[in-house]
C-alpha cells in the first residue's frame, strides 16, 4: 500500500479551513495505479471532524468503501485499524465517491475565465491614443502561450544542433527569444487575416498552424516540407492559413505586404495584413513607397518592425539616425510595445488591426531580442557582450514572464510546467526523427514550379544541346 496508494486527506473545521484543505491534497501517480484511496489522520477534539473515505476506480468502476477495506484488510493490518475505526462513524462516511469536490485532483486549470492582467510596460504612441495597459487573457490562453513558445524555442534550439550537424544547410535564422511577437500576434488576429515576413519565419510558420514534421522537413530540404523541400529555411509557406512566407531580400516584403492588404480591401474581406520586417530593413527605401501609397488608399496594412536591436551585426543607434522607428511613418500613426510581453503584443495586434480596418496603416515597433546571432554563420558575441544577452534572459524573457503570470494565479505548479516542457522536447525529437527519414526531392523537381504548365518543360544544358530533364 505503500508504494500504490495515494494517502490521506484530513478534513478539520468548516468554511474557510475546508476550502484551504481542498486545495492540500497530494497525489502521486504510478504506472501500476488501480485505485485512489483515502485514510484516516486523526480528529481533533475542539472541532467536528468530517472525514469520507473515498475509493476512485481509474476504470471509472466505483466500489463501496466497505467492499474495498474489505478486500485490503485481507493484506494489510492498516487497513485493518481504519475499518474499525470507519465502523464507529455515520453510514454515511461508506458511501462510495461521486461528485463532490472535497477530493480532488490538483489539476492544471483550463478555465476560460476573465484574468486581467497589467502590461510590463506602457504603450508609446505616435499620433494616436495608445490602448489600455489592463489585457483580458485567460487561464487556457496563458497556458496556450506558455506551450506554444516553449515549443517554438525548443523548435529552434533543434535546427541550431541540425545545422551543426549539417543537417541544415544554407542560411538559417533562428527567432528564440522573439516568440512572444508571434503568439501574442497570433492570438488577436484569425487565419484570415495575412501575415508576411523576412526569413526570420520558423515560429512564425508554426504560429500559423504549421506543423513541426513540416518545419524540420522543410529545414532539411524533404520533399515533405512546407515548400516541398525547395525553400528551405527562409522560405516557409503556407497559403491555406494566409502565411505567405519569409523573404530572403531584406525588405523586400514590405510591398508585397501592402499588395495583400490591397487585395483585402479590393476583395472587401473586412481582414488585414501584416507585414513583419527588422530593424535592420527598416531604412529600406521599397518600405517607405509602400508605406506611402497604403496611407494614400487607407489600406488595412499593419506594418511591425522587429526590432532586435542589432541588424546583423550593426547596433541600431550605428544604422538609423532615428532608432523610433515606431514614429518613422511620418503620416502614418504607430506604436512601440514591449515585444517580450506576449499579452502586451496581443493587445497591441488587437488595437492595430482595429485601427487599420477603420483608417488605413498604423506601425507597430516590437521591442524584442534574439538570443542567436543574426544567422547560424554569427556567433552573435562579437558585438554585444554575454552579460547582456543573458541579462535579457534573465528579466524578459518571454517565457519566463507567462511561467510567472501562471504560477502566481495558481493555475498550474511549477512542477508540472517542467512536465510540459519535458512533452515539448520529446514532440520536438520525434518530429525530427521524422523528418530525417523523409525523402529529398528528385532532381527533376528543380525545374518545377517555375513556369507555367506547359512552357519551359524542358530543360538543357549551357550548350543548348543536351535536354537535361523534362517535366511531366
Not at 212 to 222: C, D, K, P, Q, V
Amino acid at each position: 500500500m505503500n508504494n500504490t496508494c495515494i494517502w490521506i486527506l484530513a478534513f478539520e473545521g468548516f468554511g474557510r479551513e475546508r476550502e484551504a484543505l481542498e486545495e492540500t491534497v497530494l497525489l502521486r501517480y504510478e504506472k501500476s495505479l488501480t485505485y485512489l484511496s483515502f485514510f484516516l489522520l486523526q480528529q481533533h477534539t475542539t472541532f467536528f471532524t468530517l472525514i469520507r473515505y473515498c475509493i476512485f476506480q481509474i476504470t471509472q468502476k466505483k466500489k463501496t468503501f466497505a467492499s474495498f477495506f474489505s478486500l485490503l484488510s485481507k493484506t494489510k493490518s492498516t487497513a485493518e485499524m481504519a475499518l474499525s475505526r470507519l465502523s464507529s462513524r455515520s453510514t454515511t462516511l461508506l458511501q462510495p465517491f461521486a461528485t463532490t469536490s472535497l477530493l480532488r485532483r490538483r489539476h492544471i486549470s483550463t478555465d476560460t475565465t476573465p484574468i486581467t492582467v497589467e502590461t510590463s510596460l506602457p504603450f508609446t504612441s505616435h499620433l494616436i491614443s495608445p490602448p489600455s495597459r489592463a489585457v483580458e487573457t485567460s487561464s487556457q490562453e496563458l497556458l496556450s502561450f506558455f506551450r506554444d513558445m516553449a515549443l517554438m524555442r525548443r523548435m529552434e534550439i533543434a535546427a541550431d544542433s541540425l545545422y551543426k550537424a549539417k543537417l541544415i544547410r544554407g542560411f538559417c535564422h533562428l527567432y528564440d527569444g522573439q516568440e512572444a511577437v508571434a503568439i501574442g500576434m497570433e492570438a488577436a488576429i484569425t487565419k484570415r487575416d495575412a501575415i508576411i515576413t523576412s526569413y526570420r519565419d520558423h515560429c512564425t510558420f508554426l504560429g500559423r498552424g504549421g506543423g513541426l514534421f513540416e518545419a524540420f522537413s522543410e529545414l532539411m530540404g524533404r520533399t515533405t516540407g512546407c515548400s516541398k523541400g525547395k525553400g528551405g529555411s527562409m522560405h516557409f509557406y503556407k497559403k491555406d492559413a494566409s502565411f505567405y512566407g519569409g523573404h530572403g531580400i531584406v525588405g523586400a516584403q514590405a510591398p508585397l505586404g501592402c499588395g495583400l492588404a490591397f487585395a483585402q480591401k479590393y476583395s472587401k474581406e473586412e481582414a488585414v495584413s501584416f507585414t513583419l520586417y527588422g530593424d535592420g530593413a527598416a531604412n529600406q527605401g521599397q518600405l517607405f513607397e509602400a508605406l506611402n501609397i497604403a496611407a494614400l488608399w487607407d489600406l488595412p496594412a499593419v506594418l511591425v518592425c522587429e526590432n532586435n536591436h542589432y541588424g546583423m551585426g550593426t547596433a541600431e543607434w550605428r544604422s538609423a539616425k532615428s532608432p523610433a522607428y515606431f514614429k518613422r511613418g511620418d503620416y502614418v500613426p504607430g506604436l512601440k510595445v514591449d515585444g517580450m510581453d506576449a499579452l502586451a503584443v496581443k493587445q497591441a495586434c488587437k488595437f492595430a488591426k482595429e485601427h487599420a480596418l477603420k483608417n488605413g496603416p498604423i506601425i507597430l515597433e516590437m521591442d524584442t531580442y534574439r538570443y542567436h546571432g543574426h544567422s547560424m554563420s554569427d556567433p552573435g558575441s562579437t558585438y554585444r557582450t554575454r552579460d547582456e544577452i543573458s541579462g535579457v534572459r534573465q528579466v524578459r524573457d518571454p517565457i519566463d514572464r507567462v511561467r510567472k503570470l501562471i504560477i502566481a494565479h495558481d493555475i498550474a505548479t511549477e512542477k508540472e510546467l517542467k512536465d510540459m516542457e519535458k512533452e515539448v522536447r520529446k514532440e520536438v525529437d520525434a518530429a525530427v526523427a521524422q523528418a530525417k527519414e523523409s525523402p529529398i526531392p528528385e532532381p527533376s523537381e528543380l525545374f518545377s514550379n517555375i513556369y507555367v504548365k506547359g512552357f519551359g518543360a524542358e530543360s538543357f544544358g549551357a550548350d543548348r544541346k543536351e535536354l537535361r530533364a523534362t517535366l511531366p
